[in-house]
């Protein structure tokens, strides 16, 4: 069994796991207004319009919110970091998870970056802390 469920992109999300095959994470901006909408929509909830252009992610962001998600499973027995990670870009969230910190050090506001991770062949978008562990 694969340790994670492979993504299943359909019309709204394709060039989203498009960019995430080539280590980009693209977010869809409105070609009438701007507005950036992540999880992708057809229509844009500001202006209504149906058109759509991509903008590359810094990969830049901080933790709006967390949870530790255990498994009962011993196949997945490893608890995981799930956040809400607030890009740089203004007004995206994205929920991830959070690698190679532990639970006890987690802190709202605390700056994450972008880094993508290979699960048995699944490649996914993931968060590591921003600061690097002091010497
Ligand atoms: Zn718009």
């Not at 007004?91 to 699960?119: I, K, T, W």
Request: net charge negative; hydrophobic share 35%; proline share 10%.
């Amino acid at each position: 069994m694969p340790s994670v469920i492979p993504p299943v992109p359909d019309g709204d999300d394709e060039f989203f796991w498009d960019g995430v095959a080539h280590d980009q994470l693209l977010l869809r901006s409105c070609a009438g207004c701007g507005r950036l909408q992540h999880p992708p929509s057809p229509m844009c909830p500001a202006c209504h319009s149906l058109k759509w252009t991509t903008r590359q992610a810094s990969g830049r962001g901080t933790v709006y919110s967390w949870i530790v998600s255990h498994h009962p499973t011993e196949a997945d027995a490893l608890p995981r970091i799930v956040v809400l990670v607030d890009l740089e870009e203004e007004g995206v969230r994205l929920v991830s998870n959070l690698l190679g910190v532990a639970p006890s050090d987690v802190r709202n506001g605390m700056a994450v970056e972008l880094c993508f991770e290979n699960y048995d062949g699944t490649v996914l978008p993931q968060f590591r802390s921003a600061v690097s562990p002091r010497s």
